[in-house]
């Protein structure tokens, strides 16, 4: 069974552009959460999309969105880049329903670096 | 909002124990989680704890106090390849599936 795929890797941009970046999650799974990681704040929530529905959204100002599509892949999308926002974006994949653990399967991540 | 806190670093020894303590406040608690991350790669899940107790699972184990807002996780007979990031993290119930993570302990494993 694949895992969470999420492309690209790598990417480098200069402040003031804008960056999309995609996630295809496991195969059944209608769950798709994103996180930032950087080394001094950790893993933060940046929202939960579920039948291409956002169900939750953490602490993050509007140049941050998302979207799932039909088939539960996710892009997320931040405009008007800082240098700031240079970080590790993890996208991860559950069932997203009841009845179980709720367990995340993350993604290797999307490294972003502002310049 | 979540206050979860974790020690930032830890050192042990191969073949010994190793005790990495969580603490967490929470409104609606909806299970107590722990991924273990080595550099450079994705989080990977460990345990779950929803109910008081401990839990175990081969070498590592997690034990949950819902009361005390306190969890740890148990490592048994360190090997090298445990050196890594142990991430705690927190379902609440007004955040849905989403889960709240604490900011890791990195974990340094020597001979």
């Known amino acids: 069974k694949a895992g969470v795929t999420q492309t690209p890797r790598y990417l480098i941009k200069t402040r003031g552009q804008q960056v999309t970046l995609s996630c295809s999650p496991i195969s059944g799974h209608r769950s798709v959460s994103w996180y930032q990681q950087t080394p001094g704040q950790g893993l933060q929530f940046l929202f939960e999309y579920f039948s291409e529905t956002q169900r939750n959204k953490g602490n993050f100002p509007g140049r941050f969105s998302g979207r799932q599509f039909s088939n539960s892949r996710s892009e997320m999308n931040v405009s008007t880049l800082e240098l700031g926002d240079s970080a590790l974006y993890l996208c991860?994949?559950?069932?997203?329903?009841?009845?179980?653990?709720?367990?995340?399967?993350f993604g290797e991540g999307s490294r972003l670096t502002v310049l | 909002g979540q206050n979860i806190d974790q020690p930032t670093e830890m050192t042990a020894t191969e073949g010994a124990i190793v005790q990495i303590n969580c603490t967490y406040q929470t409104s609606g608690f909806n299970g107590l989680f722990w991924y273990q991350q080595h550099a450079g790669e994705a989080p990977t899940f460990l345990s779950y704890n929803v109910l008081d107790g401990l839990e175990e699972k081969g070498r590592f184990s997690s034990f949950l106090s819902r009361s005390k807002g306190y969890s740890y996780l148990l490592l048994k007979e360190l090997q090298m390849k445990d050196s890594a990031s142990y991430l705690c993290?927190?379902?609440?119930?007004?955040?849905?599936?989403?889960?709240?993570f604490g900011k890791g302990t990195s974990l340094l494993v020597t001979p």
């Open positions: 993290a927190v379902r609440d119930l007004d955040s849905g599936y989403a889960l709240n």
């Open positions: 991860a994949s559950s069932l997203g329903t009841g009845g179980n653990t709720g367990e995340l399967f």
